[in-house]
């Protein structure tokens, strides 16, 4: 769907039925799910491998593919520390080699999209682009990454007037009119439907108390996962990367856009979440079984 929509429409991104870093960044999360499920293939024999290796890595290709044509370059910045998290889970003195090989494709593949990739050299270049207008234009600029910037001075000055409650959406809304008549901030970022940072967001629309609970969420949550991230039942361990990448991309997907508070891209995170730490309670519980038998 995402190759119809950029070659056959004539569209520049690819949206899905969402936007298109909703669409590209859980492209990008359901692809490296399944990278996990296809390594824990690899290294476990077992009925119908081979069905389940094409299944998954088509899947991948699928969900790697609208990452890319949807031009989502706040989801690309989450890959180097997905590689992080896999090599964590699964480098070994005996495997150092294959790892580095892997490692050194990957990366020629990156080099090789970033060079020769019009998309991604156009997308690339836009960040020169953008930064230059920014640097001209301030807080009436009218990029990408010059209005995120400009509502971002905005949000932290809505924080510094309330940090522990929050001044919600309506006054964060007025204020934004307010400093857009007096010429404080250019129609575009005043415009913006909100602040494209999830946790700028929480802060500046719920408090400071309501951004404590969401990182202790976050991070008690991959704290959960990082204790079997070395464990050597495979299965678990698979788990634990699987919510590790979860968790790790929505926090980098957080930056340039408000993931945790669309519906969409919520649900996903949460219905995710739920399953691998219900596995991995599960998986964990069975394996101490088979420990203590």
């Not at 682009?129 to 000055?157: C, H, K, M, P, V």
């Amino acid at each position: 769907m995402a190759f119809w929509k950029m070659w056959q429409v004539g569209e520049f991104k690819a949206f899905g039925f969402t936007g298109a870093i909703q669409f590209g960044n859980l492209s990008l999360s359901m692809a490296i799910l399944l990278g996990v499920a296809l390594c824990w293939v690899i290294g476990n024999p077992h009925a119908h491998r081979r069905l389940w290796f094409v299944l998954l890595a088509v899947g991948m290709l699928c969900g790697l593919l609208g990452s890319y044509y949807s031009g989502t370059r706040g989801g690309w910045v989450a890959i180097p520390l997905f590689i992080i998290l896999f090599l964590l889970a699964y480098l070994r003195r005996s495997n150092v080699m294959a790892c580095a090989i892997a490692v050194a494709v990957l990366g020629t593949v990156a080099g090789g999209l970033v060079f020769q990739s019009p998309l991604v050299k156009t997308r690339m270049e836009q960040v020169h682009t953008d930064l230059s207008e920014y640097q001209a234009n301030g807080a009436s600029s009218y990029s990408s990454l010059g209005a995120r910037f400009a509502i971002w001075e905005a949000a932290w000055d809505a924080i510094e007037d309330s940090p522990v409650m929050g001044i919600g959406e309506v006054q964060f809304r007025q204020m934004l009119k307010e400093k857009n008549e007096a010429g404080l901030i250019g129609s575009v970022p005043a415009g913006l439907a909100n602040t494209h940072n999830t946790f700028l967001e929480v802060w500046m629309l719920y408090g400071g108390v309501a951004l404590l609970f969401l990182l202790l969420l976050m991070f008690s949550a991959a704290w959960y996962f990082l204790s079997f991230i070395r464990h050597a039942d495979s299965v678990l361990r698979s788990y634990a990367l699987g919510g590790l990448c979860l968790i790790g991309g929505y926090i980098i997907y957080g930056q340039t856009q408000i993931m945790l508070i669309r519906n969409n891209t919520l649900l996903f995170f949460l219905m995710s979440l739920a399953v691998l730490i219900s596995l991995t309670h599960q998986r964990r519980r069975a394996a101490l079984h088979v420990g203590n038998a």
